[in-house]
C-alpha cells in the first residue's frame, strides 16, 4: 500500500530547512570511479575562520545526527557535514567498505572544497572515520573529537565493559541496519542509556523504508 503520509520524510524535509536556515547549502561531489559524495558546506566560506567537520555515526543520514548542533557552531566554524558512503545520498560502486576508505573519500570531498585543514568531531562508527583521517593525513587534521566511539576498546575490556556480542557479520548488519520495528528497539536498547519510552510500530516501519532499506549493503 502507498504511504499517504510519511513522518520521517516530513522531519526530513524540516531539518535540510533548518540546515538551509542555519548557512549550509547541500552540494554533491563526483569523486569519480563510481563514487558520490553529498555534504552540508557553508553558503560562503570565510577563509580567516577555522574549519570543523562533522562525521556522523550509524543510522539516518547526517542532518537526524546533527541538527541541534549546527546553531552552536556556525559563529565559530565553517561548517561541513558529510554523508558518509551509503547513508543519505553518498554512495560508491567500488567494493571498499573500510572506515579507512570512508576517511579517504571524507577527506577526497574536501579538497574538493579546497578545505585543507581542519578539525574534526566523530560520533560513534563517525569516530572510527575521524580516528582513520587523523592517522592517515597527518597534516590536514588539526583537533579530533570523538564520541561514543570505542576506538581504543581492546579484548581486555570485554570483562569491565558492557558490550553486545555477535558472532556473524550478518548478525551485526541485523542490530546496525535494523529492517523490522523489533530490531529497531533492540538497537535503540543497546545505544541509549535512557531509551524513549514508546515507539509506535508504524512510526518505526516508516524510518525504516526511508533510512535503513537501501543501505543493506553498507556492510558486505
Known amino acids: 500500500m502507498t504511504r499517504c503520509f510519511s513522518f520521517v520524510a ?9 540546515f538551509k536556515r542555519a548557512g549550509l547549502k ?3 561531489t563526483n569523486l569519480g570511479d563510481g563514487t558520490v559524495m553529498h555534504c552540508w558546506i557553508p553558503k560562503m566560506h570565510n577563509p580567516s575562520t577555522p574549519t570543523l567537520l562533522l562525521i556522523h555515526g550509524f543510522g539516518a543520514n547526517a542532518m ?22 551509503f547513508f543519505g545520498e553518498s554512495y560508491t560502486t ?14 577526497s570531498l574536501m579538497e574538493a572544497q579546497n578545505v585543507a585543514k581542519m578539525d574534526v568531531f566523530g560520533l560513534s ?14 597534516e590536514r587534521v588539526g583537533r ?18 558492557k558490550v553486545f556480542k555477535v558472532t556473524t557479520a550478518e548478525e551485526a548488519v541485523s542490530i546496525l541496519l535494523p529492517q523490522t520495528p523489533e530490531k529497531v528497539r533492540e538497537m535503540v536498547r543497546l545505544s541509549f542509556y535512557k531509551p524513549p519510552p ?18 543493506s549493503n553498507v556492510i558486505s
Open 94 to 107: 567500488r567494493a571498499e567498505r573500510s572506515e579507512s576508505f570512508q576517511a579517504q573519500c571524507v577527506m
Open 64 to 85: 537526524w545526527q546533527f541538527h541541534g548542533l549546527i546553531p552552536h557552531f556556525m559563529s565559530t566554524f565553517n561548517v561541513y557535514v558529510p554523508d558518509l558512503l
Open 26 to 28: 547541500s552540494s554533491t
Open 125 to 138: 562508527y563517525g569516530g572510527f572515520v575521524a580516528y582513520s583521517m587523523a592517522a592517515q593525513f597527518k
Open 144 to 161: 579530533v573529537a570523538l564520541g561514543c566511539a570505542g576506538v581504543c576498546f581492546e579484548e581486555k575490556d570485554e570483562g569491565s565493559i
Open 10 to 18: 516530513a522531519q526530513d524535509s524540516y531539518y535540510r530547512y533548518c
Open 198 to 215: 514508546s515507539m509506535p510500530s508504524f512510526f518505526l516501519k516508516d524510518f525504516i523504508e526511508d533510512m535503513y532499506r537501501v543501505r
